[in-house]
């Protein structure tokens, strides 16, 4: 079952025309990757689905209703969280306030708590630097730190944009390990990410997009072999 459809949607700056006639399914528990070269219109997508960024034309069905005009407030409140490219934690707030914000719409307490200890469990670091301030932290702290973020709401779709963009390689590989980890518990994950071996790897399915159109799609293990797709992103 369809847990996110984007329906021929079509999303423009200005009188620039960013994504043109994109339609994409994400089944429920699966791990999904868009994959392209900059500018391509990876981020656009997201944007689109959080509702930071209105439609010209389209739909996007979620849980299968309509969110194709909400903001991105009322989005994440669906259940739908997005860590953005370049990870945009709070830098003069701590560790623990940071988490905090990403459980702004939990009103249950105990929720709370055990969404912390949850997130503990992924990235033990945090718990050892609750009251550190997020922009004292390497990158690939600070990447945990915005997943661990995204991950207090509880979300039913955690998207995920370039989260090893600057990493060192064997932070990358924890990242991917938590992310294999957060879906083998059932999480369902739409994955932006340039680097398409490693997207490719553990993806179910993926989407190649170029200037705003999704030019070849399939199952992650296929694409990863496609001749296509080696010589443009895995060469």
């Known amino acids: ?37 900059n500018g391509a219109g990876k981020s656009t997508t997201l944007k689109s689905v959080s509702g930071q960024v209105k439609l010209g034309a389209g739909s996007i069905l979620f849980n299968g209703k309509d969110i194709t005009k909400l903001p991105a407030h009322d989005t994440t409140l669906l259940g739908i969280a997005h860590v953005p490219e370049g990870r945009r934690i709070f830098p003069r707030m701590t560790v623990k ?93 739409l994955l932006v990410e340039q680097n398409a071996y490693q997207a490719l790897q553990i993806a179910h399915r993926g989407y190649v997009i170029q200037t705003g159109e999704i030019i070849l799609q399939g199952p992650g293990e296929e694409l990863l072999h496609n001749n296509q797709i080696r010589e443009a992103y895995l060469a």
């Open 97 to 189: 306030e940071n988490l905090m914000v990403g459980a702004f719409g939990v009103k249950n307490k105990k929720q709370v708590q055990e969404q912390l200890e949850r997130v503990f469990s992924y990235f033990p670091k945090l718990k050892e630097r609750l009251d550190q301030k997020g922009g004292t932290m390497s990158g690939g702290e600070q990447q945990m730190l915005a997943i661990g973020r995204a991950l207090m709401m509880k979300p039913d779709l955690l998207m995920l944009d370039e989260p090893s963009m600057g990493l060192a390689p064997i932070i990358v590989e924890q990242i991917f390990e938590i992310i294999k980890e957060l879906n083998n518990e059932g999480m369902t994950i």
């Open 1 to 37: 079952m369809s847990l996110l459809e984007l329906k021929n949607i079509e999303t423009y700056y200005g009188k620039i025309q960013a994504l043109k006639n994109i339609s994409l399914t994400v089944n429920r528990g699966e791990i999904v990757t868009l994959i392209g070269s």
